[in-house]
């Protein structure tokens, strides 16, 4: 029989939140900072006291059952709530205090994190950011389930409960060997990829998928999606053109970091970013009552891309017009 007058505590819906996002007690225990016996305890205690199961447990894996995951964007939510009224009690003037967690792709975060973290701490001072850096799919899986804050990805994050601020939309520089019959060229067309051995990161880097659009935009007779050669970081990828394997396409923000070394050429297409490029966003939870935070950060991301491609577009314009 349920107990209508039972009310969850605070405690009990952040160890239903943690094992939810983690999917394992041993994890969400060492988050919490508490014993896994003390966490299964209170997660019984919440399941007991709503009359509902919201985790199936087994010797493998944990999963969160159909009424769980019903439940736990309430849960999810109240905590947001909770962590606001804390910061608003701090004083805090649209949610710029306290910390938050922030997840960027493996092809956004080296090559912004230099000017973001600079420039962070005059615009919040009182901000504590948390960065996670994963694969986009990774990274809107933890936002839904509460253990990030908000992402920057360069995919659109879709479905209910989930805002989205478009921060800019970055160019494409292509990437080839040394001496290349392309290189120098400010007027490469999309078609021309069809001459091209294209190397890609693996599966999962938002950057694969974009190139292979691109590449099917045009109709390619070749698929790069076929390629033996892969990576899991830009750095690779470049270290693969420089050592003949083929070419690639690299983000404006990357050009500084990854392309400013011996046996490097580039070329930058017609058009530009409305032709090659893609566009950057930030995510966070409908639920959470930080916009005007997220809003303030996402400018800061925003001036932290622009100040890395004004060192990448003088790199590029070196390399393009040499001596």
């Known amino acids: 029989m349920v107990n209508k007058a039972y009310r969850p505590t605070i405690a009990q819906l952040r160890t239903f939140a943690t094992v939810a996002e ?37 010797t493998r894996k944990v999963i969160v059952t159909d009424t769980g995951r019903d439940l736990l964007p309430y849960a999810q939510a109240t905590l947001d709530s909770l962590d606001t009224f804390i910061s608003q009690a701090r004083g805090a003037h649209g949610g710029l205090t306290g910390s938050m967690a922030l997840g960027m792709i493996p092809t956004i975060a080296p090559f912004i994190l230099p000017f973001l973290l600079h420039s962070l701490p005059s615009v919040a001072p009182e901000l504590e950011p948390k960065i996670v850096e994963e694969k986009t799919s990774s990274l809107v899986d933890s936002l839904r389930q509460g253990g990030l804050d908000a992402v920057v990805v ?21 990437v080839l060997p040394e001496g290349h019959r392309l290189a120098g060229r400010r007027d490469v067309t999309l078609d021309e990829l069809d001459t091209l051995d294209l190397l890609l990161l693996d599966d999962g880097h938002c950057l694969r998928d974009q190139v292979l659009d691109l590449c099917r935009s045009v109709s390619l007779t070749a698929d790069p999606a076929r390629s033996v050669t892969r990576a899991a970081s830009l750095s690779t990828v470049v270290q693969c053109v420089i050592g003949g394997l083929g070419c690639t396409l690299v983000p404006m923000s990357a050009v500084a970091a990854e392309c400013d070394r011996p046996g490097v050429a580039l070329a930058t297409f017609e058009g530009g970013a409305a032709t090659a490029g893609r566009s950057v966003n930030l995510s966070y939870r409908s639920s959470s009552t930080r916009d005007e935070a997220f ?23 070196a390399r393009l017009n040499p001596g």
């Open 295 to 317: 809003r303030t950060v996402g400018d800061v991301v925003t001036e932290a891309y622009e100040a890395g491609a004004v060192v990448g577009r003088g790199v590029l314009d």
């Open 22 to 58: 983690h999917g394992h007690f041993g994890s969400a225990a060492q988050q919490l900072g508490i014993s896994q016996p003390s966490l299964s305890q209170g997660l019984a205690a919440l399941e007991n006291g709503l009359g509902v199961q919201l985790i199936e447990r087994s």
């Open 154 to 174: 360069a995919s659109p994050v879709t479905g209910a409960g989930i805002e989205q601020i478009e921060l800019y939309r970055e160019e494409f520089v292509l």
